[in-house]
């Protein structure tokens, strides 16, 4: 059985964790291939809003397994808080979760080192999330990581004091004032590992690979966005991983063949939070309006997103990149209430017009050649079926399917599970 895909095609924060919960009732099981606890996919059903920063969004469903791929890291002490904020919904995780031998871990050192880092940095700051995060790639490519499957193993503590140490001289190094009381920090660690030992350590390449002859239906799920990825976002701006669709081959072991669907999320309009460049970003009312609308506000950081309009060149880039089948766009219920919208249908990039994305897109080198679109006053929260959209949304989806030349199958007009529209 092939393996659907499910990613970001911007800069994060499209929407991810609510269509994951949305489509978890067709899988057997939900994979997450990469990131970290940096990234957050907000759920709201029942009245009640979750935020799930490590789990994979499927968690919530009855029948539905969830895997943590070897291309994810883990901070366990914010996953234990994470699996903690889950038991008064009486949810089995220990049935219900399995984690790979081969995911790393972060370790306290890890979250002091992306600190000092970044303060070394001064006004070349990159936005980090000091989620320890980037250093922890880093010692996996490095070859010195701790993984889960080293729990199992007798020397895993003489393995974490190595690393700590390490990491501690080169602290040291950076030069800059970062207060810290390893010791307590060291406690809540070792108390967190503790528990995560509780749960299912599983060789995942091989446990997909099983659950794909048994029939078994797979979703893979990406964190943050495709223009954040290492190698195809907007560097140095961006996470330490691949969140493109070669990261879910990488961070669970499936092969490229195996991928059938891949469902690409995007918003209506773009955001962006922390540093980086973002040629279509507003700083007027309307810029106001989106992130007062759209509650535009990070789900793990509280950190405000910036909000622009939708660049059209960034996502035909994304989807070309992914190889994206079935687009869906979340929270056009924002744009309600625009005269006009604007659409960036192209760039001029050095002095020329240019219809792709270049090597570099910070704002001395490039601006955006804008198409102006009708807007819509009707609020789209309280509709059920695409017949009842005003026709100039109606309009604006087409116009963007036509200029992707992917079609748009889901339509998110609110947070909720249930303003979700199948077209």
């Not at 995911?103 to 970044?118: F, G």
């Not at 091989?206 to 954040?228: P, V």
């Amino acid at each position: 059985m092939a393996v659907d895909l499910l990613l970001g095609l911007q800069w994060g924060d499209e929407g991810k964790g609510k269509i994951v919960d949305v489509l978890t009732a067709n899988y057997n099981i939900i994979a997450r291939f990469q990131g970290g606890p940096n990234a957050g996919h907000t759920l709201e059903f029942d009245g009640i809003k979750h935020v799930l920063r490590t789990i994979p969004s499927g968690i919530f469903h009855e029948n539905s397994l969830n895997v943590i791929g070897n291309g994810v890291v883990v901070d366990p002490v914010v996953f234990v808080k994470e699996l903690e904020g889950l038991d008064k919904f009486n949810i089995d995780y220990k049935k219900k979760l399995v984690i790979s031998r081969k995911a790393h871990i972060i370790l306290p050192t890890h979250r002091l080192l992306d600190a000092a880092s970044e303060a070394s940095k001064g006004k070349a700051k990159i936005g980090s999330t000091l989620k320890g995060i980037g250093p922890t790639y880093m010692d996996k490519t490095g070859r010195n990581g701790l993984r889960f499957g080293d729990l199992e193993m007798d020397d895993w503590k003489e393995k974490y004091r190595n690393l700590a140490d390490k990491h501690e001289s080169m602290i040291s190094f950076y030069n800059v004032d970062i207060q810290y009381d390893l010791e307590d920090l060291e406690k809540e660690f070792f108390a967190a590992v503790k528990k995560l030992r509780e749960l299912k350590f599983i060789d995942s390449e091989e446990f997909l690979h099983q659950a794909q002859k048994n029939n078994q239906t797979i979703l893979a799920e990406g964190a943050q966005g495709s223009l954040l990825d290492i190698d195809f976002g907007t560097y140095p701006y961006v996470t330490s991983s691949n969140t493109t669709a070669a990261g879910a081959c990488t961070g669970l072991g499936i092969a490229p063949n195996q991928i059938n669907e891949v469902f690409g999320i995007f918003k209506a309009y773009t955001t962006r939070v922390g540093g980086g460049p973002f040629p279509t970003e507003l700083f007027d009312e309307d810029g106001k309006t989106m992130a007062k609308n759209g509650n535009e506000f990070g789900a793990v950081t509280g950190r405000p997103r910036r909000c622009g309009w939708l660049d059209l060149v960034a996502l035909k880039y994304a989807v070309q990149v992914n190889g994206v089948t079935q687009l869906m766009m979340m929270k056009g219920d924002v744009l309600s209430g625009f005269e006009t919208l604007k659409v960036c249908t192209g760039y001029t990039y050095k002095g020329e017009e240019i219809s792709h994305f270049p090597f570099n897109i910070e704002e001395e080198n490039l601006s955006p050649i804008y198409t102006e679109v009708k807007g819509w006053k009707e609020d789209l929260t309280k509709m059920t079926d695409e017949s009842e959209f005003p026709q100039e949304f109606k309009d604006y989806i087409t116009y963007i399917e036509k200029e992707i030349e992917v079609p748009i199958k889901i339509v998110s007009v609110g947070p909720d599970r249930k303003q979700t529209i199948m077209r």
